[in-house]
């Protein structure tokens, strides 16, 4: 036998509470079994079944996942109501899955204005029937971020650092998507010719030549203009004023001048096509415009207004006045104006699919919590906002930070809105206290886990998971292994449950904790046999007192309680036993002189021999 041999122990003996097995809670912040809840299952409109079914496992709290619209929509009124009363009678605490929808308005064919507000009229709804579960209540109702959504690619360089791959962006005026590369420009400036542009020149140089390409056709109408007007003008200033106070002249005045007043029509046209675009172009720089560019575009319209010789809305002209505004040269060096200084100006047309996301989600769930606030005051639903899984837009967690910012911000500016105009006329304080509690995060372990297929790791998800903490009100607890969305009870896959749990610190412990690995069973349940439960595989993962008061012994140690043979005195008297010897000759068998015909095995064990 080599000297290095060694029999480690098959066997691993009872419990012991004072040395309890590793587990996925940190020691600071058990996870106790009341802060846990299940899922109902999604496939089915038989809710109230399935809260009696969840019930009977012994767990406290459940989610209702209503993930689809079509079955949500199944669910008649009166059995929210049934829920309600069941979950009074039990002590249960109920929180809702809505439905899974782009919460944006965008689709393949781009953004829609119309499909952001159908979202938020659904959302709106959701709100309002899961109010009739918990009407004096504040019930916790949860939504996705967004659905459907590419978002930007992410990959690791050899270095070990993270860098972006593939960054997803959209034109905010007509909602296309697009995906941009860094790429790889040959400069003969350069010795070696070849430079690699980063995302972010790229994207500059993008909004730059769409600009440009927008300025153009207005340029050149601006340009066609001053040519005409370069060699005529002198002679259409002289009879301009007469003309404009008396159309009736042309008809008087020789086939040359009226050739030459027509040349000058044809640069008048061009102007107003001009202005017409560079009007355009003005609403669009302003209304995409940084807060500093707006500003200049303030500027900008003031000399405009100055120069055009353009009065206030209401006030009167003098002859002399419309003389000077509808003049072609004076006409031609305002827009000229407009132009020069829109030149100079460069929105972000083109803006990371993120933060577009963002801007529009954030009226949708803002709007959503304005109106359940609105309507049921203090027994509001809070409204919690989900992280899809990693890759799609808006799943990490400083994306739906920045959502749930945005978000308040937009249910403040409605609320500090007087009566009159929709709002509740509360003080910014007030509603700040309000959007702060009627608006957070829920977490899904597993979703962000599956930033592991774009090469991520662990350091990745704990640096998201800490961005998120301050806003969590919610926790989704799954496993998988980063590349399939597979749902396994905890501590079966690698999402590093403990570190994402210490990350969140006591504001995850203390929030509600939903198992979603409902169907997980399914695929190792026998056919017509009910499914398991998660909820055991998850208080053992978590090593989870098996008291009230936190102290041992622990989920984990619970096969400890089940000793076999080689543990110790195994399964005692069992009831094949007395079933066999403890009824008379009835039941021994024929060759015992019993009235049962011959066994093929031990009676005794209930096993058959080999």
Known sequence: MADDYEIKDIYQGGYD???????????????QAGSLALTTLPTTANQVKEVSAKLSSGVKQIEL????????DSIPQQHLKEINRVSKLTGAEISVHGPVMDSTGITQQGFSELNRKDAERRFTQTIERSHEIDPKGNILVNFHSAEG?????????????????????????????????????????????????????????????????????????????????????????EIYPAIMKNPELVESLPQQSKDILARAQNAQ??????????????????????????????????????????????QEYSSEEIIKVHDPKNKSRTVNLLLGGLQNIVPDMYIPIEKFAVEQSAKTFGNTAFNSYKKFKDNAPIVTIENPPAGFAISTGEDLRNLIKESRKQ????????????????SEAAAKKQAEKLIGATWDVGHINMIRKQGLGEKEILEESKKIAPFVKHVHLSDNFGFEHTELPMGMGN?????????????????KKVIEAAQWWQHFSPQGQPQESPLNPTLAAFGTPMHSTGEGPYWNQAVGFQQDYLGGYGNINPGIHH????????QLPMELGGQMPGAQ????????ME
């Open 17 to 31: 509470s004072l040395n309890p097995f590793p587990n996925l809670s940190p020691s600071n912040y058990p996870v």
């Open 65 to 72: 996942a209503l993930i689809s619209p079509e079955i949500f």
């Open 149 to 237: 959504i590419p978002g930007t690619e992410y990959e690791v360089t050899p270095d070990g650092k993270k860098k972006m791959k593939k960054l997803i962006i959209v034109n905010r005026e007509t909602g296309k998507i697009a995906p941009i590369e860094e790429e790889e420009k040959y400069d003969p400036r350069l010795e070696g010719l070849e430079k690699k542009r980063s995302f972010k020149q790229e994207l500059k140089d993008l909004n730059a030549t769409e600009w440009d390409n927008s300025l153009s056709a207005a340029i050149f109408n601006q340009e066609n203009a001053e040519k005409i007007l370069e060699n005529i003008y002198p002679y259409v200033r």
């Open 269 to 314: 046209e061009y102007i107003n096509q001009a202005e017409i675009t560079a009007n355009s172009l003005f609403n669009r720089a302003y209304k995409y415009g940084t807060k500093e560019q707006q500003e200049k575009l303030k500027k900008l319209a003031k000399e405009y207004r100055k120069v055009s010789g353009i009065k206030k809305e209401g």
């Open 411 to 426: 249910f403040v500016e409605s609320a500090i809105k007087p009566k009159n105009d929709g709002g509740l006329n509360l």
């Open 495 to 511: 999402v590093p449950t403990k570190e994402i749990m210490k990350r969140l610190g006591k504001k995850g412990f203390e929030a």
């Open 579 to 586: 079933q066999t010897f403890g009824a008379g000759f009835s």
């Open 601 to 608: 095995g031990s009676r005794v064990s209930g096993n058959p």
